[in-house]
Protein backbone atom coordinates (compact mmCIF):
# COMPACT_ATOMS: atom_id res chain seq x y z
CA UNK A 1 0.00 0.00 0.00
CA UNK A 2 1.07 3.74 -0.62
CA UNK A 3 0.27 6.80 1.26
CA UNK A 4 -0.27 7.45 4.67
CA UNK A 5 -2.05 5.62 7.47
CA UNK A 6 -5.61 6.73 7.63
CA UNK A 7 -7.05 6.95 10.97
CA UNK A 8 -10.64 7.36 11.91
CA UNK A 9 -11.32 9.20 15.32
CA UNK A 10 -14.67 8.03 16.18
CA UNK A 11 -17.08 9.29 18.69
CA UNK A 12 -20.47 9.42 20.17
CA UNK A 13 -21.28 11.71 22.28
CA UNK A 14 -24.57 14.88 23.63
CA UNK A 15 -24.53 18.49 24.67
CA UNK A 16 -20.79 19.96 24.62
CA UNK A 17 -18.75 16.64 25.52
CA UNK A 18 -15.77 16.81 28.08
CA UNK A 19 -12.59 15.86 27.99
CA UNK A 20 -12.15 13.37 25.28
CA UNK A 21 -13.13 15.94 23.10
CA UNK A 22 -9.89 18.05 23.58
CA UNK A 23 -7.62 15.50 22.91
CA UNK A 24 -9.47 13.98 19.93
CA UNK A 25 -9.79 17.60 18.16
CA UNK A 26 -6.26 19.12 19.22
CA UNK A 27 -4.72 15.54 18.21
CA UNK A 28 -6.35 15.64 14.68
CA UNK A 29 -4.87 18.87 14.14
CA UNK A 30 -1.34 17.85 16.19
CA UNK A 31 -0.70 14.97 13.92
CA UNK A 32 1.87 14.22 11.85
CA UNK A 33 0.39 14.62 8.17
CA UNK A 34 3.36 13.25 6.39
CA UNK A 35 2.89 10.21 7.50
CA UNK A 36 -1.22 10.18 8.80
CA UNK A 37 -4.35 11.11 7.96
CA UNK A 38 -7.18 11.74 10.59
CA UNK A 39 -10.30 12.13 9.92
CA UNK A 40 -12.76 12.86 13.38
CA UNK A 41 -15.87 11.65 13.31
CA UNK A 42 -18.83 12.25 15.64
CA UNK A 43 -22.30 10.39 15.88
CA UNK A 44 -24.69 13.21 16.58
CA UNK A 45 -28.13 12.64 17.56
CA UNK A 46 -30.84 14.82 15.63
CA UNK A 47 -32.53 15.70 19.07
CA UNK A 48 -29.66 16.73 20.45
CA UNK A 49 -30.08 20.55 20.49
CA UNK A 50 -27.32 21.73 22.40
CA UNK A 51 -24.34 19.89 20.69
CA UNK A 52 -21.25 21.19 20.14
CA UNK A 53 -18.53 19.83 18.84
CA UNK A 54 -18.89 21.19 15.27
CA UNK A 55 -18.17 24.68 15.96
CA UNK A 56 -15.68 23.89 17.92
CA UNK A 57 -14.09 21.58 15.13
CA UNK A 58 -14.70 24.46 12.53
CA UNK A 59 -12.10 26.16 14.32
CA UNK A 60 -9.58 23.79 14.01
CA UNK A 61 -7.52 22.30 10.60
CA UNK A 62 -8.93 19.05 10.81
CA UNK A 63 -11.32 16.73 8.89
CA UNK A 64 -14.10 16.64 10.38
CA UNK A 65 -17.90 14.24 9.48
CA UNK A 66 -20.73 13.93 11.02
CA UNK A 67 -23.19 10.80 10.87
CA UNK A 68 -26.68 11.75 11.95
CA UNK A 69 -28.67 9.30 13.87
CA UNK A 70 -32.46 9.70 14.67
CA UNK A 71 -31.95 7.85 17.67
CA UNK A 72 -29.60 5.75 19.81
CA UNK A 73 -29.95 2.77 18.16
CA UNK A 74 -30.51 4.06 14.61
CA UNK A 75 -29.33 1.10 12.15
CA UNK A 76 -28.69 3.93 9.64
CA UNK A 77 -25.54 4.86 10.63
CA UNK A 78 -24.33 1.20 9.94
CA UNK A 79 -24.28 1.80 6.24
CA UNK A 80 -23.08 5.69 6.34
CA UNK A 81 -20.01 4.36 8.39
CA UNK A 82 -19.20 1.58 6.33
CA UNK A 83 -19.27 4.11 3.37
CA UNK A 84 -17.07 6.22 5.33
CA UNK A 85 -14.43 3.75 5.73
CA UNK A 86 -14.63 2.76 1.96
CA UNK A 87 -14.59 6.22 0.71
CA UNK A 88 -11.82 7.48 3.00
CA UNK A 89 -9.77 4.27 2.55
CA UNK A 90 -9.39 3.86 6.31
CA UNK A 91 -6.89 1.45 8.20
CA UNK A 92 -7.65 2.08 12.06
CA UNK A 93 -10.72 2.76 13.75
CA UNK A 94 -10.04 4.59 16.93
CA UNK A 95 -13.37 4.56 19.37
CA UNK A 96 -13.75 6.71 22.54
CA UNK A 97 -16.80 5.39 24.41
CA UNK A 98 -18.72 2.00 24.72
CA UNK A 99 -21.36 2.96 21.89
CA UNK A 100 -18.32 3.41 18.89
CA UNK A 101 -15.73 0.72 20.78
CA UNK A 102 -18.81 -1.85 19.75
CA UNK A 103 -18.91 0.04 16.42
CA UNK A 104 -15.20 -0.46 15.85
CA UNK A 105 -15.05 -4.05 17.12
CA UNK A 106 -17.83 -5.06 14.18
CA UNK A 107 -16.11 -3.32 11.61
CA UNK A 108 -13.11 -4.44 12.43
CA UNK A 109 -15.03 -7.94 12.17
CA UNK A 110 -16.99 -7.04 8.73
CA UNK A 111 -14.24 -4.64 6.77
CA UNK A 112 -11.29 -5.41 8.06
CA UNK A 113 -9.98 -2.46 9.68
CA UNK A 114 -8.08 -1.88 12.79
CA UNK A 115 -9.78 -1.34 15.92
CA UNK A 116 -8.32 0.31 18.59
CA UNK A 117 -9.57 2.18 21.60
CA UNK A 118 -8.91 4.93 24.10
CA UNK A 119 -10.79 4.11 27.34
CA UNK A 120 -11.78 7.38 29.30
CA UNK A 121 -13.09 5.62 32.24
CA UNK A 122 -16.73 4.77 33.31
CA UNK A 123 -18.34 7.64 34.90
CA UNK A 124 -21.69 7.12 33.99
CA UNK A 125 -24.29 6.73 37.22
CA UNK A 126 -27.54 5.37 35.38
CA UNK A 127 -28.52 1.74 36.34
CA UNK A 128 -28.44 1.27 32.51
CA UNK A 129 -24.65 2.24 32.08
CA UNK A 130 -23.19 0.16 35.28
CA UNK A 131 -25.58 -3.32 34.98
CA UNK A 132 -25.69 -3.04 31.07
CA UNK A 133 -23.36 -0.59 28.87
CA UNK A 134 -20.05 -0.81 31.02
CA UNK A 135 -20.01 -4.51 31.47
CA UNK A 136 -20.66 -5.27 27.95
CA UNK A 137 -17.91 -2.52 26.71
CA UNK A 138 -15.27 -4.08 28.77
CA UNK A 139 -16.00 -8.11 27.47
CA UNK A 140 -15.87 -6.18 23.90
CA UNK A 141 -12.21 -4.05 24.70
CA UNK A 142 -11.27 -7.41 26.02
CA UNK A 143 -10.97 -8.35 22.16
CA UNK A 144 -9.19 -5.37 20.88
CA UNK A 145 -5.57 -5.84 19.90
CA UNK A 146 -5.06 -2.60 21.32
CA UNK A 147 -6.51 -0.68 23.72
CA UNK A 148 -5.12 2.67 25.45
CA UNK A 149 -6.32 3.40 29.41
CA UNK A 150 -6.28 7.18 30.54
CA UNK A 151 -5.17 5.38 33.62
CA UNK A 152 -3.22 2.74 35.70
CA UNK A 153 -6.61 2.42 38.12
CA UNK A 154 -8.53 1.55 34.53
CA UNK A 155 -6.01 -0.58 33.13
CA UNK A 156 -6.25 -2.73 36.16
CA UNK A 157 -10.17 -2.48 35.77
CA UNK A 158 -9.91 -3.79 32.00
CA UNK A 159 -7.36 -6.90 33.39
CA UNK A 160 -10.46 -7.39 35.92
CA UNK A 161 -12.56 -8.16 32.72
CA UNK A 162 -10.28 -9.94 31.02
CA UNK A 163 -8.21 -7.71 29.04
CA UNK A 164 -4.73 -8.46 28.03
CA UNK A 165 -2.46 -6.59 30.19
CA UNK A 166 0.05 -6.67 27.21
CA UNK A 167 -2.60 -5.12 25.14
CA UNK A 168 -3.23 -2.37 27.38
CA UNK A 169 -1.19 0.90 27.66
CA UNK A 170 -1.07 3.13 29.80
CA UNK A 171 -1.38 6.58 28.58
CA UNK A 172 -2.10 9.80 30.69
CA UNK A 173 -3.63 12.97 29.68
CA UNK A 174 -1.96 15.95 28.05
CA UNK A 175 -2.13 19.44 27.70
CA UNK A 176 -0.84 21.86 25.56
CA UNK A 177 0.81 24.44 27.95
CA UNK A 178 1.24 27.39 25.66
CA UNK A 179 -2.64 27.81 24.89
CA UNK A 180 -2.80 27.27 28.81
CA UNK A 181 -0.11 29.77 30.56
CA UNK A 182 -0.84 32.42 32.98
CA UNK A 183 -0.39 35.93 32.66
CA UNK A 184 -0.21 38.02 35.93
CA UNK A 185 -1.02 41.12 33.72
CA UNK A 186 -4.92 39.44 33.00
CA UNK A 187 -5.41 39.04 36.70
CA UNK A 188 -7.12 41.93 37.58
CA UNK A 189 -8.96 42.52 34.50
CA UNK A 190 -10.58 39.08 34.57
CA UNK A 191 -11.11 39.02 38.49
CA UNK A 192 -12.96 42.31 37.74
CA UNK A 193 -14.81 41.41 34.90
CA UNK A 194 -16.09 38.11 36.95
CA UNK A 195 -16.76 40.43 39.63
CA UNK A 196 -13.88 39.39 42.50
CA UNK A 197 -12.34 42.48 44.28
CA UNK A 198 -8.38 42.17 45.03
CA UNK A 199 -9.06 41.27 48.50
CA UNK A 200 -10.85 38.39 47.77
CA UNK A 201 -9.95 34.56 47.74
CA UNK A 202 -10.90 32.31 44.92
CA UNK A 203 -11.64 28.55 44.82
CA UNK A 204 -11.87 27.34 41.79
CA UNK A 205 -13.53 24.17 40.45
CA UNK A 206 -13.98 23.14 36.54
CA UNK A 207 -16.47 20.38 35.47
CA UNK A 208 -19.60 18.86 34.42
CA UNK A 209 -22.47 19.57 37.18
CA UNK A 210 -22.92 15.80 37.80
CA UNK A 211 -23.59 13.60 40.43
CA UNK A 212 -19.29 12.06 40.43
CA UNK A 213 -17.98 15.69 40.59
CA UNK A 214 -19.07 15.70 44.06
CA UNK A 215 -19.51 19.26 44.44
CA UNK A 216 -21.42 19.17 47.14
CA UNK A 217 -18.79 17.55 49.63
CA UNK A 218 -17.07 20.56 47.80
CA UNK A 219 -19.84 23.08 49.53
CA UNK A 220 -19.97 20.95 52.73
CA UNK A 221 -15.67 21.85 52.95
CA UNK A 222 -16.03 25.01 51.97
CA UNK A 223 -18.49 26.43 54.27
CA UNK A 224 -17.31 26.43 57.74
CA UNK A 225 -13.86 28.32 55.79
CA UNK A 226 -16.49 30.77 54.10
CA UNK A 227 -17.59 31.19 57.81
CA UNK A 228 -13.74 31.60 59.68
CA UNK A 229 -12.66 33.74 56.68
CA UNK A 230 -15.38 36.37 55.44
CA UNK A 231 -13.00 36.81 52.22
CA UNK A 232 -13.50 33.11 50.87
CA UNK A 233 -15.20 32.79 47.14
CA UNK A 234 -16.07 29.52 45.41
CA UNK A 235 -16.76 29.87 41.88
CA UNK A 236 -17.67 26.83 40.21
CA UNK A 237 -17.31 26.48 36.02
CA UNK A 238 -19.70 23.94 34.63
CA UNK A 239 -23.20 22.61 34.23
CA UNK A 240 -25.56 19.70 34.14
CA UNK A 241 -27.99 17.58 35.92
CA UNK A 242 -27.57 18.63 39.51
CA UNK A 243 -27.35 22.41 38.81
CA UNK A 244 -30.87 22.75 40.89
CA UNK A 245 -29.52 20.67 43.29
CA UNK A 246 -26.31 22.72 43.92
CA UNK A 247 -28.44 25.87 43.97
CA UNK A 248 -30.73 24.65 46.75
CA UNK A 249 -27.98 23.39 48.40
CA UNK A 250 -26.19 27.14 48.38
CA UNK A 251 -29.59 28.96 48.97
CA UNK A 252 -30.64 26.53 52.18
CA UNK A 253 -27.12 27.36 53.80
CA UNK A 254 -26.40 31.21 52.95
CA UNK A 255 -23.73 30.80 50.67
CA UNK A 256 -25.67 32.76 47.73
CA UNK A 257 -23.38 36.09 47.92
CA UNK A 258 -20.08 34.09 48.58
CA UNK A 259 -20.81 30.55 45.40
CA UNK A 260 -21.38 31.53 42.06
CA UNK A 261 -21.96 28.77 39.16
CA UNK A 262 -20.70 30.28 36.14
CA UNK A 263 -21.90 27.42 34.02
CA UNK A 264 -20.32 25.66 30.98
CA UNK A 265 -17.61 27.87 29.39
CA UNK A 266 -15.35 27.49 26.57
CA UNK A 267 -12.71 30.21 28.07
CA UNK A 268 -10.99 27.79 31.32
CA UNK A 269 -7.67 29.38 30.86
CA UNK A 270 -9.25 32.43 30.69
CA UNK A 271 -11.14 31.79 33.96
CA UNK A 272 -8.24 30.53 35.82
CA UNK A 273 -6.89 34.28 35.91
CA UNK A 274 -9.19 35.11 38.46
CA UNK A 275 -8.76 31.68 40.70
CA UNK A 276 -5.91 31.79 43.53
CA UNK A 277 -6.30 27.87 44.28
CA UNK A 278 -8.65 25.07 42.07
CA UNK A 279 -10.03 22.61 43.94
CA UNK A 280 -11.28 18.60 42.46
CA UNK A 281 -13.68 17.07 44.75
CA UNK A 282 -14.89 13.68 42.50
CA UNK A 283 -15.46 10.58 43.63
CA UNK A 284 -14.57 9.26 40.38
CA UNK A 285 -12.43 10.39 37.62
CA UNK A 286 -10.38 9.11 34.42
CA UNK A 287 -7.24 11.39 34.21
CA UNK A 288 -9.12 14.67 34.66
CA UNK A 289 -8.04 17.41 32.37
CA UNK A 290 -9.66 19.92 34.58
CA UNK A 291 -6.68 18.95 37.04
CA UNK A 292 -3.60 19.32 34.30
CA UNK A 293 -5.39 22.51 33.30
CA UNK A 294 -4.60 23.57 36.95
CA UNK A 295 -1.51 22.88 37.12
CA UNK A 296 -0.53 23.94 33.61
CA UNK A 297 -2.26 27.74 34.58
CA UNK A 298 -0.29 27.41 37.99
CA UNK A 299 -3.15 27.45 40.31
CA UNK A 300 -2.72 26.04 43.54
CA UNK A 301 -3.93 22.34 43.54
CA UNK A 302 -5.75 20.41 45.98
CA UNK A 303 -7.60 17.04 44.41
CA UNK A 304 -8.94 13.96 45.62
CA UNK A 305 -7.25 10.67 45.08
CA UNK A 306 -9.40 8.98 42.39
CA UNK A 307 -8.41 7.93 38.53
CA UNK A 308 -5.45 9.06 37.67
CA UNK A 309 -5.20 12.32 39.34
CA UNK A 310 -2.04 10.96 41.78
CA UNK A 311 -0.47 9.84 38.74
CA UNK A 312 -0.92 13.26 36.99
CA UNK A 313 0.14 15.48 40.40
CA UNK A 314 1.67 13.60 42.86
CA UNK A 315 0.80 14.75 46.59
CA UNK A 316 2.96 16.99 48.32
CA UNK A 317 5.27 17.53 44.70
CA UNK A 318 2.79 19.21 42.70
CA UNK A 319 -0.55 19.20 44.72
CA UNK A 320 -2.42 18.12 47.37
CA UNK A 321 -4.17 14.84 46.75
CA UNK A 322 -6.74 14.04 49.45
CA UNK A 323 -8.92 10.84 49.97
CA UNK A 324 -12.10 11.11 48.25
CA UNK A 325 -15.73 11.61 50.39
CA UNK A 326 -13.44 12.77 53.09
CA UNK A 327 -14.69 16.11 53.91
CA UNK A 328 -12.16 17.37 57.02
CA UNK A 329 -9.06 16.15 54.99
CA UNK A 330 -10.31 18.32 51.92
CA UNK A 331 -11.33 21.21 54.08
CA UNK A 332 -7.24 20.59 55.97
CA UNK A 333 -5.75 20.59 52.40
CA UNK A 334 -7.61 24.33 51.17
CA UNK A 335 -6.21 25.61 54.54
CA UNK A 336 -2.39 23.91 54.36
CA UNK A 337 -2.93 26.31 51.12
CA UNK A 338 -4.04 29.17 52.91
CA UNK A 339 -1.63 29.13 55.62
CA UNK A 340 1.26 28.00 53.63
CA UNK A 341 1.99 30.31 50.70
CA UNK A 342 5.56 29.51 50.06
CA UNK A 343 4.96 25.66 49.65
CA UNK A 344 1.61 26.03 47.35
CA UNK A 345 4.57 28.28 44.92
CA UNK A 346 7.02 25.35 45.05
CA UNK A 347 4.32 23.20 44.20
CA UNK A 348 2.86 25.31 41.31
CA UNK A 349 6.65 25.68 39.68
CA UNK A 350 7.03 22.21 39.81
CA UNK A 351 3.33 21.43 38.26
CA UNK A 352 4.27 23.75 35.72
CA UNK A 353 7.38 21.85 35.03
CA UNK A 354 5.79 18.55 34.84
CA UNK A 355 3.17 19.65 31.88
CA UNK A 356 5.83 21.17 29.86
CA UNK A 357 7.88 17.88 29.52
CA UNK A 358 5.74 14.51 30.57
CA UNK A 359 2.80 15.76 30.25
CA UNK A 360 2.73 17.59 27.23
CA UNK A 361 0.08 17.37 24.51
CA UNK A 362 3.24 16.82 21.84
CA UNK A 363 4.50 13.75 23.95
CA UNK A 364 1.24 12.28 24.17
CA UNK A 365 0.43 13.05 20.34
CA UNK A 366 4.14 11.18 18.91
CA UNK A 367 2.92 8.35 21.51
CA UNK A 368 -0.24 7.35 20.18
CA UNK A 369 1.10 7.59 16.81
CA UNK A 370 3.84 4.96 17.39
CA UNK A 371 0.49 3.17 18.76
CA UNK A 372 -1.02 3.48 15.35
CA UNK A 373 2.41 2.10 13.50
CA UNK A 374 2.73 -0.48 15.46
CA UNK A 375 -1.03 -1.84 14.82
CA UNK A 376 -0.37 -0.88 11.36
CA UNK A 377 2.55 -3.17 11.18
CA UNK A 378 1.29 -6.14 13.58
CA UNK A 379 -1.33 -6.67 10.67
CA UNK A 380 1.11 -5.71 7.82
CA UNK A 381 -0.36 -2.51 6.88
CA UNK A 382 3.29 -0.57 6.25
CA UNK A 383 3.61 2.99 7.82
CA UNK A 384 3.52 4.82 4.70
CA UNK A 385 5.41 7.68 2.92
CA UNK A 386 3.59 9.89 0.78
CA UNK A 387 4.41 13.50 -1.65
CA UNK A 388 2.49 15.45 1.18
CA UNK A 389 4.45 18.38 2.67
CA UNK A 390 5.18 17.95 6.31
CA UNK A 391 3.98 20.09 8.68
CA UNK A 392 5.38 20.97 12.06
CA UNK A 393 3.08 19.95 14.90
CA UNK A 394 1.62 22.34 17.52
CA UNK A 395 4.28 22.25 20.48
Known amino acids: MNGRLCILELRSVRGTGGGPEKTILFGAERADRARFAITVCY??????????????????????????????????????????????KIDIVHSHDYKTNFLAWMLGRRTGIIPLSTSHGYTGHSTREKILYYPVDKWVLSRFPRVIAVSTDLKNELVRYGGSPARIDVML???????????????APIRAELGYTEGEFVIGAVGRLEPQKRFDLLLDAFEPLARA???????????????????????????????????????????????????????????????????????????????????LARDGVEGLIVPPHDVPALRAAIERVLDDPDGARARVLAARTRVQSDLSFEARTRRLESIYDALALERGVRARAEAVPSRVPHA
Open 173 to 187: NSIDPDAFTREPARV
Open 229 to 311: RPAMRLAIVGDGSVRGTLESQIESRGLGGLVRLLGHRNDVAVVHHAFDMFVQSSEYEGTPHAVLEAMAMETPLVATDVGGTSE
Open 43 to 88: IRDERDDVFGIDKRAADLDIDYVEVRERNSFDPRIWGTLKGIIRDK
